[in-house]
């Protein structure tokens, strides 16, 4: 079992930044590829960003490419999603996500599937 809970979001207006943490617990966090998903009313979840169990590749989603950054720290067993220069189409519910193995492809890690573990979600709006 992992336990993974998210925290950071909130209200920023457009331009600004936000920085989402994911916590996780249980399985060997340094085990997991990890993924960071989104989904806003009345649409389906969709991929931002992905990052394998070293932190040495990390792949995102072509509307997030260059404003937002995904890392880890093992030590801590958290993973981060940094977003700058925030959109309003940038508001959604955020999830984390635990991958099934140590690695993710850029063809991989935009499948649900691919995750076996999700946290709870955290809300970021961005008002315009």
């Known amino acids: 079992q992992v336990q993974l809970v998210e925290s950071g979001g909130g209200l920023v207006q457009a331009g600004g930044s936000l920085r989402l943490s994911c916590a996780a617990s249980?399985?060997?966090?340094?085990?997991?590829?990890m993924g960071w998903f989104r989904q806003a009313p009345g649409k389906e979840r969709e991929f931002v960003a992905a990052i394998t169990w070293s932190g040495s590749s990390t792949y995102y989603a072509d509307s997030v490419k260059g404003r937002f950054t995904i890392s880890r720290d093992n030590a801590k067993n958290t993973v981060y999603l940094q977003m700058n220069s925030l959109k309003p189409e940038d508001t959604a519910v955020y999830y984390c996500?635990?991958?099934?193995?140590?690695?993710?492809?850029?063809?991989?890690?935009?499948?649900?599937?691919?995750?076996?573990?999700w946290g709870q979600g955290t809300q970021v709006t961005v008002s315009s």
């Open positions: 249980g399985r060997t966090f340094r085990s997991s590829s």
């Open positions: 996500a635990a991958g099934r193995g140590l690695f993710v492809s850029p063809q991989t890690a935009p499948n649900l599937d691919e995750y076996d573990y």
